[in-house]
């Protein structure tokens, strides 16, 4: 988990230098943040028991502002929360997400929902892609091979971010 240390929140400028494009999974009790970098930032509550589930929620996003804070300009790129069956796991995955969002906006931070399938279709080259297909490339791409399967999935949308981002930001030839 982040040092707890208090700081100013200033939203981003326009005018400062080129952002990092980081990619974010997200769970209903953590996160998993890569930066274009490779640099990784995760917070999880699992296994923590909160009388109040919302403090949790809100410590995610505590320390989620701070590793923004922390990293400067940034563009995120974020896998959208699926929905599941279970109602109650659903609700969870949003609220989480939905949180993390919020917390990114309130600081003035360009934020990019991607849907799940879209993203390994686009990286992995199958919509389906399993957790075992996903480390497998992202090894092959640079990532490395102690990490967790939501750094492996932080990692691969990451990469889709670069891409879309550079696309949007290129000069036009016309």
Request: hydrophobic content about 40%; glycine content about 6%; aromatic content about 10%.
């Amino acid at each position: 988990m982040p040092s707890r240390k208090k700081t100013k929140t200033k939203p981003q400028s326009k005018s400062q230098s080129k952002p990092k494009v980081c990619g974010l999974d997200t769970a209903s009790s953590r996160w998993h943040l890569v930066t274009e970098e490779v640099e990784l930032y995760s917070s999880s509550l699992t296994g923590v028991k909160w009388k109040n589930p919302d403090v949790r929620r809100w410590r995610l996003c505590v320390d989620f502002e701070e590793v923004l804070l922390k990293l400067g300009p940034v563009v995120i790129y974020a896998e959208e929360p699926l929905s599941l069956q279970n109602g109650k796991t659903t609700r969870l995955l949003t609220l989480s997400a939905g949180a993390l969002w919020a917390t990114a906006v309130r600081l003035g931070i360009e934020w990019h929902w991607i849907d799940v399938a879209h993203w390994k279709k686009e990286v992995v080259g199958k919509g389906s892609a399993t957790k075992e297909m996903i480390a497998e490339w992202a090894i092959e791409n640079g990532a490395e091979t102690e990490w967790e399967q939501d750094f492996y999935d932080a990692f691969a949308i990451m990469n889709l971010g670069m891409r879309k981002y550079e696309a949007a930001t290129a000069p036009d030839d016309n």
